[in-house]
């Protein structure tokens, strides 16, 4: 979450896209979401698939993307699978 705000972005390449990040509580609830993703497939933990599956549908609406990103046809999805594809998995 912290990954799409543009001050602390990993990839410098993005920054140009977003204006504004996900906030603390989309965080939060990709948590929630991803507990009771798990909790839904039969387990008591959450793994970091789940994460990555659920990013996109929490934080899609929650990304303020710029006019450049808008121009040149650049959408939330494309943004969080290049983070997720760069976050290294703990």
């Known amino acids: ?6 001050a602390e972005s990993i990839l ?6 977003v204006a504004y990040g996900a906030s603390p ?4 609830f990709l948590v929630q979401a991803a ?3 798990a909790f839904l497939q039969g387990r008591q933990y959450v793994l970091p698939d789940d ?8 934080l899609r609406h929650r990304l303020i993307t ?5 121009a040149e046809g650049v959408t939330p999805d ?8 760069s976050i290294p998995v703990p």
Do not use: N, S, W
């Open 51 to 58: 994460i990555k599956a659920l990013a996109p549908d929490v």
């Open 35 to 37: 507990r009771a993703f």
């Open 66 to 70: 710029t006019f450049e990103a808008e």
């Open 78 to 85: 494309q943004l969080i699978q290049q983070l997720l594809d």
């Open 12 to 17: 410098p390449a993005l920054q140009p896209y």
């Open 25 to 28: 509580r989309a965080g939060i």
């Open 1 to 6: 979450v912290r990954a799409t705000r543009p």
